[in-house]
């Protein structure tokens, strides 16, 4: 195994009705700042339940609510705005991965004395933050429960990270996981943050670290549950058991135990996938369930071996008689075949997107790097010829 | 699945070299009380690593060495004595679980105005602590990454439990875990710290709750790679890769993750091995390798249900044409097999114990508890039954 470091501060809640632990969390703080999206926490009362606990704790709250889909700088500079002027104390985020993101990055950026947009772009590490809680709406991103958050220069229609895994400042302080929240989740989100739970999975366990035979057995306990609970979840969506399997999966797809025992893992996908979305607005979860087999087909060409452990232990394919490029694609297929079946997207062609510029994305998703990935190292030829599959 | 916590700020610097991280980790602290056993680290040049480090970084330093295997009172209250009155900062446990636990109570200990006695009978809980730092040089309890201690009342023969899951005063801020310090480890001891990993991983996969797959699943991934390793790891002490998966197993094995999603788990085994080993002075793992298949076989009487999923899941037992307690039964003598394959003692027979006090014994296990166990609760005659086996 390659050297790593483990660390996560963030406490976790999860189960039902975790929610009132946010009393005993609440007593560390006075003013609160609420960020949500577009509303759908108050359809499930979640919202009404979180003011009253508020209230009943003496607080004095502001909210920051519409945070987008794929969340915009100019989203964060109006919570930053708030922070600063109202001087809040805890940024409580309501909702999935993009509300929770967008808490991070307001974090950080009303304290840093330089603005958000040059954090973004890493050009600083911000050790301090405002303290952040989270309570979970939706399965997908992990941002729960790590220090990662994506956000939209949509002016440079570009995607930017931001957060170390060293340092504490970006993950929340305490994270409320109750499965009852995402039972009204629906199919369509339901479907991407399947996708997206195993695509993060995916993504670390296609490593070259050697020796890790827990990170691989735990990375495809995550792989084989998801594929076998995604299906029978779209047909069956208020299911509790499947939605709480979907839950511990999604925070431990992507919290840094599997980022260190692999080796921190491939993620060329993602980069790809970042620089898809950040063009042409779509989700997440839909642009990895077409760049992922892609690059499985281009890789598995280049370097069959772990695509042939992915297909004996994550779809039983026999290895008899057949070479390792054939039994690496009838793995790959299994893998296609699932995907289908919960009604995930196959290509860019359904979107019918007219006068691609395919050496922009490429640009877009090197960002100046001369290679990208770690099980096979791709460069901006490698990613054009992906791209050139999808499209 | 059950609701749980899940918490856990520890730092772990996983890998060859970690050593030199030291030198970052004491930047927050001046004055550093080593804490060690009887000299191992003396011969591995361990010790001249660290107090270079320590004189590199201009930290004033004092020793408390010779811990013994099971921790004593008296080496806590002399660790808590140097403690207040040199004004140490941080706690630094160069050493295995016994060193570590002796850290952790010295750490509350040092700030409690109650005696160390009265905070181990848990009368208190103590949520301040001097900081504490470990270097593992033996893989076994998972003490470097949990808030967990245990030391031993000499005089009332008790050994008592210390350390609040979701308090961070008893867990260390860091912890190095370099595998190169545990390829000098004994083979009797290797054998311990063989069967102490799978025990508490066994503890927490029996257990009643429901729809924990992933739990399941992570535990028997330890459970199967530590079945698998360590015959190989007995007769190649010096394996690096070896060494280091145990290494991993060790610490994920009590770190908290999975006793969340296994709901904490059954424990009875370890219970009854603490009344053994504080009376009789074995090594833990010595009476875990032989109440662990006692404990195993009178509860498969009872309910047979997970060991059936255990002789399945963990030893490849074949279902068909058999009872349930026919197959829970080969997967128990497959489990006795594999001590006996890594020279694990079998009896307490072996160890001619002239004028046992079972009663006492069964005493000292319930500690006035009516019963004990998750998967199989057992009162005072089932404890008596079980022990009963074993002599």
Known sequence: MNN??????TKLYFGKGQIKKLNYELKNYQKVLLVYGGGSIKKISLYEDVIEILKDNEKSFFELSGVEPNPKIKTVRKGIEIVKTQKID??????GGSTIDTAKAIAVGSVSQNDILDLLKNK??????IAIGTVLTLS???????PRCVISDDEAKLKL???????PATYPKFSICDPTYTLTVPKNQTIN????????????????????IIGERFA???????????PKLINDLQNYQLRETMMICGTLAWNGLLRGLNNNGDWASHQIEHALSAVYDIAHGEGLAIVIPAWMEYCAEKDPSKFVVFAKNIFNIKLENKTD??????GIKAFKMFLKKIGAPQSMKDYKIKNVNIDALVEKTMLGRKTIGQYILLDANDVKKILNIIF
Do not use: C
């Open 161 to 167: 990270g931001l957060g170390i895994w060293e340092v």
């Open 140 to 146: 997908a991103t992990g941002s729960e429960m790590n």
């Open 90 to 95: 805890l940024i409580l985020a309501i909702g």
């Open 193 to 212: 943050g399947v996708v997206d739970i195993i695509s993060h999975t995916l993504e670390q366990y296609f490593n070259r670290n050697e020796n890790n």
């Open 220 to 230: 495809e306990t995550l792989i084989k549950t998801m594929i076998d609970i995604g």
């Open 124 to 129: 600083y590490i911000q050790k301090e933050g």
């Open 325 to 330: 490029q054939e039994i690496a694609f009838e």
């Open 4 to 9: 790593f470091i483990w660390y996560n501060p």
